[in-house]
């Protein structure tokens, strides 16, 4: 079709002014060229095809063929991009809440420190006033003892008098054991050599470190002089659960924080106060966890039980029963060989590293639909450990770290909200098709560094599902020859990490799309430590990287 405009060298179309041979497109599939003060438009033909499956890509103009054979993989690929748009709505729906968690995170941070101005005016206050008491009892001492040497003299008579001794002005801090100090409403006795409690009275007291002594017991009454304590922290001593008064800790009504790491504690203390947030007792010889162990702490939020002897023969599944609002445990470098059963349904973080876990079991994981984070590094899992409906259908599940354990191939049936997947470490030699094109709305961190991936590791529908989301791949200290396929596909990858493999060439389109005219993306390269030849590498390989200082060539090895 033609549309005139003016009859000089420029043309006006809808309002706009084009020079002379300017080619533009109003509309999807319609092509314009202003032609000496005309405007001509015409449509894109499409060419005939003569195949029986016939897709038209998404921003395209003409279908193209494709094989019969990824008829299923289109249908997939036409079904996550119908869901795209929901995704980003209930992606868009999760930074809302996030940024409104940080404004109330925010708020009570605000309050807190107002809270602790407050409390620090009034110990100066107290400081004061106990400075001031102490200086007046001196002075009435030093009134009484005047007035005995005046009688003494004028009882005896004699002339010669003993100097009087300078006044020593009494501070507080006589009040502390040695090695002690005094900050605010903290009491610091870190490595004071103390066998015992000390016999403290300050009610106004919120904090006492205790770590790195000699105490083995906690009688009842050890902290009756300062019951308003909100955090102990009585690390690398010697207690034993023998030792512990069921009276001690209970009295305690504003505790929320208890850290007992390295003693010898054989149990859980008994009779906690309810307030209790936070419970540290990692490093210990803790070889039961029984039914009642965390009874009453149904405030708990954070608990952490590292290297100990627990193990899934030792720990009541009731146990964690009391726990309503737990949301992080950690129980690494202890005995499990599986995942702990009775798990609280509020927990979002699970740390497990440094166990003898051998499998994922299909119950593993039932109660806790809410989980975020899973954390299983150096335990004994490999592909066929995981049970195919362990974790799939979980929608929280964010991040997974395998790392260092027994894996030949990425393990297939991962949660399909993953985001963040750590497999470094393994013996890793191949990554299957379509193993990440059921995530929903996909990956964006991949870990395989410290593998045995080769040129034949990785196939064309390897990355299928994640093009769109990648945003760091790492595939260094691998044995790749060449880059990957589907790496030039990644539109939203950041971070890219190739360095110390056996790559020696690379083509001009295998890391950036020549067609793809978006800005560049890529802001880190790594390549260096393969067998490269820079001078070798065509100039339009690294199009795509927001900037050549990003891209990391040197050193390269020997051929």
Known sequence: MFLKGSKSEHCVFRGITMYDKTVWSPKPCVNCLCSSGEVVCDRILCPALRCQLKFQPIGECCPICIDPGLEKQLKLYQSMRKKQKKEEAERQRKIKEAKERKRRMEEQRKVEEDRARRLEMEQREMMRALEEAAERAQVGLRGDEATEDEDMVWLRGDVYQMPPVPPTRAMVTTLLPPGCSISDVTVTCENAKLMGIPPLSIPELKSLSLQGNEIKTIPAGAFNGIPNLEWIDLGKNKIVSSGIDPQALKGLKFLSRLYMDG?????????????????????????????????????LVTLEMEGNLLSEGNVNPQAFTPLKELTYIRLGRNHFRTIPQGLPASLLELYLENNLIEEISETAFNHTTNINVVVLRHNKLDESSIAPLAWINHRNLESVDLSHNNFHLVPSFLPKSLVHLVLAGNQIERIPGYVFAHMEPGLEYLYLSYNKLDGDAIEPESFFGIFNTMTELCLDHNQLTSIPMGINEMTAIHFLRLNNNKIRHISEDAICDPLNEDDSHLVALRLENNFLDPRKIPPTAFSCVRSYSSVVLKPQRIK
């Open 263 to 299: 003693n010898l504690l054989e149990q859980i203390p008994s009779e906690l106060p309810s307030t209790l947030q936070e419970l540290k007792i990692n490093e210990n010889n803790l070889k039961e966890i029984e039914e009642n162990s965390f009874e009453g702490l149904s405030s």
